[in-house]
């Protein structure tokens, strides 16, 4: 205990005996120390020497006058107030002790477990991590087309509360996280916008470059990226230079990997396309091409968007040397581009025109390019020759999202690690 008077010394004094004083002895110290102050020194102490008054007096079977003056002792020893010392003595009449209460607070019900918020991160490492409602979709497909119910808890999860787990801590420990920098667009194109009117086969392509060797050295590899506007199909190729005798066989390469008959390419303003080679070539191929319109940057918009999400995404900044374009394209044609038309699902735009002849665009329906095109009406008809629906299903059912997306990662990894060896 400790002792305070009006001088506002501190002296430390231990009580050994004072369970054992007489009520007399009590009563003439409650009068004689009215001017002094006592303080416990923490509350395991306070709490024991109370309950040890209340023993050695034999609290229980004192009078109303004798508890009186137990409970004043009580107070003037430990520095509580009535109202504290009242409860100390309700939990020793109830139970025969005076003990610290061990305070719990209260939580909210946790839904999704910690072995949730690992798969949930083992998913985003799959996928890089898509945009919130792309990975429910995918969480849905993956408990509905094939039957994974470790899936079942997170396929029911809003968008707003995926946010929330990926904000958790044990999340952040599993997920390794990349920064990543800022994009640059690479472009292509006729002074037309394309009008598909719900056909597919209306490609926009782009190209992007990976960099120049440091010091003003050789140019890297180049990727080109085509992209169907109605169903968002996605091919990514990569070629060594940017001339009619290297991208003739990429582009040859690259449609006969779209499911559908190419009947038009759109491209942005970029010089290495708009010249009479590339003109030529695409002449030769019986493609109609077009270029995007002055002051409407979203002509080609589509494109461009997938530049960052899936080429700088995957591949990155960094220089390439232009031999490797082999590599990649096997990486692209056998990993890359089925994982993404069979696997990870998109944003499909629904437009609508209000009262005042404005568009409205929104983005609520999550689909693969594979599922966007099976709804189109009567999709057969667009299909190139030998080709159908139920065989392309196929294809996609031999294995689900998440599996397909580690496997395009581990194929990636041996990638660069073979870019690595030979840098």
């Not at 808890?153 to 990543?180: D, F, P, W």
């Not at 010089?271 to 002055?294: C, M």
């Not at 993404?340 to 009262?355: M, S, T, W």
Request: with cysteine.
């Amino acid at each position: 205990m400790s002792l305070k008077g009006r001088s506002c010394w501190v002296v430390n004094i231990r009580m050994v005996t004072v369970e054992a004083l007489s009520l007399e002895s009590i009563g003439r110290f409650v009068t004689c120390s009215e001017e002094i102050r006592f303080e416990g020194e923490n509350r395991e102490q306070v709490y024991g020497w109370v309950e040890g008054v209340l023993i050695g007096q034999e609290y229980a079977r004192q009078g109303k006058v004798a508890r009186g003056l137990a409970r004043r002792y009580m107070e003037k020893m430990t520095g509580l107030s009535r109202a504290q010392v009242t409860r100390l003595i309700a939990s020793y009449m109830a139970s025969g002790r005076v003990q610290v209460t061990v305070y719990r607070r209260r939580r909210f019900w946790q839904r999704y477990t910690r072995a949730d918020v690992e798969l949930l991160a083992s998913l985003d490492e799959a996928h890089e991590t898509l945009s919130g409602p792309a990975t429910r979709r995918i969480l849905e497909r993956e408990v509905q087309l094939y039957g994974k119910q470790e899936y079942a808890r997170l396929a029911g999860i809003s968008v707003a509360h995926l946010y929330n787990l990926r904000k958790s801590q044990r999340y952040r420990e599993r997920l390794l996280n990349y920064t990543r920098t800022r994009p640059t667009a690479v472009s292509i194109g006729e002074r037309r916008k394309p009008q598909p009117e719900g056909q597919p086969g209306f490609l926009r392509l782009d190209t992007v470059h990976q960099g120049d060797q440091p010091n003003g050295g050789e140019k890297g590899v180049y990727h080109i990226n085509a992209v169907d506007q109605v169903s968002q199909w996605e091919v990514v190729g990569a070629t060594p230079r940017i001339s009619e005798a290297y991208l003739e066989p990429v582009l040859k390469h690259m449609m006969q990997q779209f499911p559908f008959r190419i009947l038009g390419f759109h491209t942005d303003n970029g010089s290495e396309f708009i010249n009479k080679t590339v003109a030529g070539l695409l002449n030769k191929l019986l493609i109609e091409q077009t270029k995007s319109r002055p002051r409407q940057s979203g002509d080609n918009g589509l494109v461009e968007t997938k530049n960052g999400a899936i080429i700088r995404k995957h591949i990155g900044y960094g220089y390439i040397d232009a031999a490797h374009a082999d590599r990649i394209n096997d990486f692209y044609r056998d990993y890359l581009n089925p994982y993404l038309n069979y696997h990870r699902p998109c944003a499909q735009a629904d437009v609508k025109i209000d009262g005042k002849g404005r568009k409205r665009v929104s983005y609520k329906r999550y689909q693969t390019p594979l599922e966007t095109l099976s709804l189109l009406d009567k999709p057969a008809q667009y299909l190139r020759q030998g080709l159908s629906i139920d065989a392309l299903k196929r294809v996609a059912a031999a294995i689900s999202d998440t599996d397909a997306a580690r496997r395009m990662q581990q194929a990636k990894a041996k990638l660069f690690e073979r870019l690595r060896l030979t840098a």
